[in-house]
T-cell receptor, first 118, second 116 residues
Framework: EAQVTQNPRYLITVTGKKLTVTCSQN?????MSWYRQDPGLGLRQIYY???????DKGDVPEGYKVSRKEKRNFPLILESPSPNQTSLYFC?????????????????FGNGTRLTVT | AQKVTQAQTEISVVEKEDVTLDCVYE???????LFWYKQPPSGELVFLIR??????QNEISGRYSWNFQKSTSSFNFTITASQVVDSAVYFC?????????????FGRGTSLIVHP
């Protein structure tokens, strides 16, 4: 089954304790992205990746890191989480064929990770 | 720069009423794509429709219909004879070639509550 898998679904942690949220897709998608969803603010992009070893900042990258060492995985790293990073996080992926020119296929989303930082 | 505005934060209707969710977008590009996603109470995000800027035909899928009007930069979503299962947050999104890529921009979402 084609899917984007995020783990964990729920995470409660304390300020300053490094954490990683994993994201994996089995659709061979080039494009992967992380979003955070906060009440009244909708979905805001944190980081995205066009392909392996290619990452770039989205709208709200401060306090986050990502890596794209393999095509299927795109982990989100919070080196020193703070309470303002309490949010619902989504990973997403889609096709992005550079040979054909950009063609935004709809995003496939993971089921979300609800993070609470106390 | 691209922008999506969903002015309705929350809409409350009674079952069987028709409801329209508004989406207004801004982009300087002539080629762009518009999307609607649904987020039910369970939290996952589900793709509903994609429309490109060269296709202004309205689309109907069961009780759902979409009205794309370039003249007003709008891509509105109508649910006919709403049902309780339609209760969700709905997001409109825009992808255009600004900056050389099609990174999508999302609106803030409209929460639809359908009462029995």
């Amino acid at each position: 089954e084609a899917q984007v898998t995020q783990n964990p679904r729920y995470l409660i942690t304390v300020t300053g304790k490094k954490l990683t949220v994993t994201c994996s897709q089995n659709m061979n998608h080039e494009y992967m992205s992380w979003y955070r969803q906060d009440p009244g603010l909708g979905l805001r992009q944190i980081y995205y990746s066009m392909n392996v070893e290619v990452t770039d900042k989205g709208d709200v990258p401060e306090g986050y890191k990502v890596s794209r060492k393999e095509k299927r995985n795109f982990p989100l790293i919070l080196e020193s989480p703070s309470p303002n990073q309490t949010s619902l996080y989504f990973c997403a992926s889609s096709l992005y064929d550079f040979r054909m020119g950009p063609s935004p296929i709809p995003l496939h989303f993971g089921n979300g990770t609800r993070l609470t930082v106390t | 720069a691209q922008k999506v505005t969903q002015a309705q934060t929350e809409i409350s209707v009674v079952e069987k009423e028709d409801v329209t969710l508004d989406c207004v977008y801004e982009t300087r590009d002539t080629t762009y794509y518009l999307f609607w996603y649904k987020q039910p109470p369970s939290g996952e995000l589900v793709f509903l429709i994609r429309r490109n800027s060269f296709d202004e035909q309205n689309e109907i899928s069961g009780r759902y219909s979409w009205n794309f009007q370039k003249s007003t930069s709008s891509f509105n979503f109508t649910i006919t004879a709403s049902q309780v299962v339609d209760s969700a947050v709905y997001f409109c999104a825009l992808s255009s070639a600004s900056g050389g890529s099609y990174i999508p921009t999302f609106g803030r979402g409209t929460s639809l509550i359908v009462h029995p």
